[in-house]
């Protein structure tokens, strides 16, 4: 069963730092595109960051700059490094991955709040 599990997360006052970790289990994901996404209250989703197979990484504009995503491939894990945290990055967090060389994101996380206040 392919699971990926988040952890981090929490209340951070606004310039402060957090980091949030995906791990996946059920599989290798070293090929696969891993990103993150956020939701906000009476927000559509948006996309924040992803990183892909070859560890080439894409960012929201809205966070370029501040946050930073990574992979750990020996720990089938994703990270995302939140600094400089702002009142708007609060929302729900999700982690994604997709199938092997794919750009479509399959398997979600099962979500984390951040919380930044201002």
């Known amino acids: 069963q392919i699971q990926l599990v988040q952890s981090g997360g929490g209340w951070v006052q606004a310039g402060g730092s957090l980091r949030l970790s995906c791990a996946a289990s059920?599989?290798?994901?070293?090929?696969?595109?891993m990103g993150w996404f956020r939701q906000a209250p009476g927000k559509d989703g948006e996309f924040v960051a992803r990183?892909?197979?070859?560890?080439?990484?894409n960012y929201a504009d809205s966070v370029k700059g501040r946050f930073t995503i990574s992979r750990d491939m020996a720990k089938n894990t994703v990270y995302l490094q939140m600094n400089s945290l702002k009142f708007e990055d609060t929302a729900v967090y999700y982690c994604?991955?997709?199938?092997?060389?794919?750009?479509?994101?399959?398997?979600w996380g099962q979500g984390t709040q951040v919380t930044v206040s201002s």
């Open positions: 059920g599989r290798t994901f070293s090929t696969s595109v």
């Open positions: 990183i892909s197979w070859t560890n080439s990484d």
């Open positions: 994604a991955a997709g199938r092997t060389y794919s750009l479509d994101y399959t398997y």
